[in-house]
């Protein structure tokens, strides 16, 4: 069946440092992907999101391809900021008509000043 | 728009008794679900609605049930429940898939749910 796994946490950077969390994925037909964030005591907001091999989904300064021959999209971004601390979820959906979405695990990041 | 809407933010339950976790859109969005986080473990989907009157479930059934009488509504209720349905409860919407493009979901704030 479909998955998403996740680099494991928690992932702790100096402010302006490189963020990199990787996410693959596990899934038949042509799905869609996402990043969503989770900041203390919120619920999740989608960060970006790519529907299809190459897009490139781009928000507040973080960036992800969709690679299909690798089955990847991983997360970046080239600053950090403390504001940027929040758990970050990697999603799929599947080629179905539901829109389920299937999440990875989650990777913590805290920012330090 | 208030977005989607979750009642309460905190529950606390002792093993065996019932309850209702309310959760509102005022979006007009087909598609809802509901889903649990549990530490090291993402979100797991337990059901969800492709529309008023039709429910399905989803990975983690087991306990819950839910009903779609309305496109607005759509609560998820603990029969009988157990310390294992501890966790943070997570309703989320979704105007229908639009041509092969997926919408994105819209989450609600969440019910933190304790069952001693």
């Known amino acids: 069946g479909n998955s998403v796994t996740q680099m494991e946490g928690p992932v702790t950077l100096s402010e302006e440092a490189f963020l990199t969390i990787n996410c693959t994925y596990t899934a038949t037909g042509y799905p869609s992907l996402f990043w969503y964030v989770q900041y203390p005591g919120e619920g999740l907001q989608l960060l970006l999101k790519?529907?299809?091999?190459?897009d490139k989904g781009s928000n507040k300064g973080f960036e992800a391809t969709y690679r299909k021959e690798t089955t990847s999209f991983h997360l970046e971004k080239g600053s950090v900021q403390v504001s940027d601390s929040a758990v970050y979820f990697c999603?799929?959906?599947?080629?179905?008509?539901?829109?389920?979405?299937?999440f990875g695990q989650g990777t913590t990041l805290q920012v330090k000043p | 728009n208030a977005g989607v809407t979750q009642t309460p933010k905190f529950q606390v339950l002792k093993t065996g008794q019932s309850m209702t976790l309310q959760c509102a859109q005022d979006?007009?969005?087909?598609?809802m679900s509901w889903y649990r986080q549990d530490p090291g473990m993402g979100l797991r989907l337990i059901h969800y609605s492709v529309g008023a009157g039709i429910t399905d479930q989803g990975e983690v059934p087991n306990g819950y049930n839910v009903s779609r009488s309305t496109t607005e509504d759509f609560p998820l209720r603990l029969l009988s429940a157990a310390p294992s349905q501890t966790s943070v409860y997570f309703c989320a919407s979704s105007p229908p898939r639009t041509g092969v493009f997926y919408n994105e979901q819209f989450f609600g704030p969440g019910t933190r749910l304790t069952v001693l």
């Open positions: 979006m007009n969005h087909e598609y």
């Open positions: 999603a799929l959906t599947g080629s179905s008509n539901t829109g389920k979405l299937i």
């Open positions: 790519a529907t299809k091999a190459d």
